[in-house]
């Protein structure tokens, strides 16, 4: 089992920056693969970013390539989403995801987080 807990949503003005965090808990060497989705009202779940341990590597949507960055802290066991240059397209509740190998397809990740919401107002 893994656990993860997101934080740091919250209401920004267009052109803002926010940092969301993602603590994992439990056999999180199981799943070496982290990413970030987001799920907007009327908008199927889209992939954000993703991270792999212990390489390193990064992955990230076409949407949010040279905004976002995805990164991670090995001792604390969390990942991170820095967002900046942010748009009110970017509205969504975004998640935090584990999975056993590098993928953007979201059914290939199989633990969730509970989920942060992210506002960007125009």
């Known amino acids: 089992q893994v656990q993860l807990v997101e934080s740091g949503g919250g209401l920004v003005q267009a052109g803002g920056s926010l940092r969301l965090s993602c603590a994992a808990s439990?056999?999180?060497?199981?799943?070496?693969?982290m990413g970030w989705f987001r799920h907007a009202p009327g908008k199927e779940r889209e992939f954000v970013a993703a991270?792999?341990?212990?390489?390193?590597?990064?992955y990230y949507a076409d949407s949010v390539k040279g905004r976002f960055t995805i990164s991670r802290d090995n001792a604390k066991n969390t990942i991170y989403l820095q967002m900046s240059s942010l748009k009110p397209e970017d509205t969504a509740v975004y998640y935090c995801a584990a999975a056993a190998s590098v993928t953007t397809f979201s059914w290939s990740y199989d633990y969730w987080g509970q989920g942060t919401q992210v506002t960007v107002s125009a």
């Open positions: 439990g056999r999180t060497f199981s799943r070496p693969v």
């Open positions: 991270t792999t341990w212990p390489g390193g590597n990064t």
